[in-house]
């Protein structure tokens, strides 16, 4: 079983930066692949990135694209979201979300594990 904790979040101008941490707990973080999503108010959770086990493969969502990078640190149990150039409609709750085993996924019902969330709001 695995524990996740975000961190990082916080209220920002537009066109900042900010970076997303989730640490993980428990002795086998380099097998999970993760995610990261959001959700803001009356939407639906979105995938915003995910990252295999081994870092090999990675993915974002198109509106994130260019902007965000995810990497993992498989020694320090610690999963990132780099996010520049924030856009108001980065407002949201970000949850990171582990996935045992194969490679990393968009799909949210594929994670069996999730964070209690870090709010991220970006003002212009």
């Known amino acids: 079983q695995v524990q996740l904790v975000e961190s990082g979040g916080g209220s920002v101008q537009a066109g900042v930066s900010l970076r997303l941490s989730c640490a993980a707990s428990?002795?086998?973080?380099?097998?999970?692949?993760m995610g990261w999503f959001r959700q803001a108010p009356g939407r639906e959770r979105e995938f915003v990135a995910a990252?295999?086990?081994?870092?090999?493969?990675?993915d974002y969502a198109h509106s994130v694209k260019g902007r965000f990078t995810i990497s993992r640190d498989n020694a320090k149990n610690t999963v990132y979201l780099q996010m520049n150039s924030l856009k108001p409609e980065d407002t949201a709750v970000y949850y990171c979300?582990?996935?045992?085993?194969?490679?990393?996924?968009?799909?949210?019902?594929?994670?069996?594990?999730w964070g209690q969330g870090t709010q991220v709001t970006v003002s212009s």
């Open positions: 428990g002795q086998a973080f380099s097998m999970y692949a």
């Open positions: 979300a582990a996935k045992y085993s194969g490679g990393s996924s968009s799909v949210a019902m594929a994670y069996s594990y």
């Open positions: 990252i295999s086990w081994s870092g090999a493969n990675i």
